[in-house]
């Protein structure tokens, strides 16, 4: 007797066998990951790669890279707060950095992504490496493009010497008419960031600015691989080389120079950073 009146013997025993598989791997079936903190959305298939954007960055950032490096399945990273997407709870007092790391290590272990590569761009590369810092999930291997593990070091200066700076920065980009004027021209200058929510912009700057990884970049365990931009200026360019030399001389990173670039270098110089990235990705 056939339990299903409208279905043939052979939907029958399908609708069966998916009910078995359902029960059988109930994964299968889990609801989306949610974050109030980072928005994840997929793009592609085969090997992971998890794409952490800059500072009030959104995933549109890595759109000419996902071409040009076809046949891997990419996990694009979106801050709350930034490039239009709504703050939530990123806006709310209280540590982002280390939140965040957070929520992009439980999006890895919720999806089962085993050993996946990580890529992060500017505040991005931050993230990166704080991630490579946790006890789990594994990772395959780290890219950081263009930051130094000092935040401040990126502007020539130190955490403990440009903390105090930024603290009062924050507070006159955001608790001031002019401050927010001049914070909000700023944002407009950069991918992005004119719709970006400033208050968590300016808190994310200045928790870089507080931040120093180098004490502990040794303890990254995963193929650490740095991508830095070189200006056309040979000068400039080899003081920043020496910089960058110095600031990951405790780890094994492999240190990489693309050029000329300014700081978004995959979209100054998208075919060599393709090609930097195939490499990394197949080492």
Same mark, same amino acid.
């Given at each position: 007797?056939?339990?299903?009146?409208?279905?043939?013997r052979?939907?029958a025993?399908?609708?069966?066998?998916?009910?078995?598989?359902?029960?059988?791997?109930?994964?299968?079936?889990?609801?989306?990951f949610t974050? &109030?903190?980072?928005? $994840?959305? !997929? =793009? /592609?298939?085969?090997?992971?790669?998890?794409? *952490?954007?800059?500072? +009030?960055?959104?995933?549109?950032?890595?759109n000419?890279?996902?071409?040009?490096?076809p046949?891997? &399945?990419?996990?694009? $990273?979106q !801050? =709350? /707060?930034?490039?239009?997407?709504?703050?939530? *709870?990123n806006?709310q +007092?209280?540590p982002?950095?280390?939140?965040?790391?957070?929520?992009?290590?439980?999006?890895?272990?919720?999806?089962?992504?085993?050993?996946?590569?990580?890529?992060g761009?500017?505040?991005?590369?931050?993230?990166?490496?704080?991630?490579?810092?946790?006890?789990?999930?594994?990772?395959?291997?780290?890219?950081?493009?263009?930051?130094?593990?000092?935040?401040?070091?990126?502007?020539?200066?130190?955490?403990?010497?440009?903390?105090?700076?930024?603290?009062?920065?924050?507070?006159?980009?955001?608790?001031?008419?002019a401050?927010r004027?001049?914070?909000?021209?700023?944002?407009?200058?950069?991918?992005?960031g004119?719709?970006?929510?400033?208050?968590?912009?300016?808190k994310?700057?200045?928790?870089?600015?507080?931040?120093?990884?180098?004490?502990?970049?040794?303890?990254?365990?995963?193929?650490?691989?740095?991508?830095?931009?070189?200006?056309?200026?040979?000068?400039?360019?080899?003081?920043?080389t020496?910089?960058?030399?110095?600031?990951?001389?405790?780890?094994?990173?492999?240190?990489?120079?693309?050029?000329?670039?300014?700081?978004?270098?995959?979209?100054?110089?998208?075919?060599?950073?393709?090609?930097?990235l195939?490499?990394?990705?197949?080492?």
């Open positions: 007797m056939n339990v299903f009146p409208n279905f043939s052979r939907e025993l399908l609708a069966g066998g998916a009910v078995l598989v359902a029960q059988a791997c109930p994964a299968a079936a889990a609801s989306p974050s &109030r903190r980072i928005a $994840v959305t !997929v =793009r /592609g298939a085969g090997p992971d790669v998890v794409l *952490i954007p800059g500072l +009030a960055s959104g995933p549109f950032i890595w000419q890279t996902m071409t040009l490096v046949g891997y &399945r990419y996990h694009l $990273v !801050v =709350r /707060g930034f490039a239009g997407l709504a703050p939530d *709870i806006k +007092a209280g982002l950095l280390a939140p965040l790391t957070g929520e992009i290590a439980r999006y890895v272990q919720e999806n089962g992504l085993r050993r996946p590569a990580v890529v761009h500017s505040m991005g590369g931050t993230l990166a490496m704080m991630l490579g810092l946790r006890p789990a999930p594994e990772l395959g291997r780290v890219m950081v493009v263009d930051m130094l593990p000092e935040g401040a070091g990126m502007v020539g200066g130190t955490a403990s010497g440009m903390g105090y700076l930024a603290d009062q920065m924050s507070q006159y980009f955001t608790g001031t008419k401050g004027a001049l914070f909000a021209d700023m944002l407009a200058r950069s991918p992005g004119n719709d970006s929510d400033p208050d968590v912009v300016a994310a700057l200045t928790e870089l600015a507080h931040t120093d990884l180098t004490p502990s970049l040794a303890h990254i365990r995963a193929p650490l691989r740095v991508v830095y931009a070189q200006p056309a200026d040979k000068e400039t360019a080899g003081a920043l020496q910089r960058f030399r110095a600031a990951y001389a405790a780890s094994r990173a492999a240190l990489t120079p693309i050029g000329p670039s300014g700081h978004v270098v995959m979209a100054d110089q998208p075919q060599r950073f393709a090609e930097a195939k490499g990394f990705l197949k080492a």
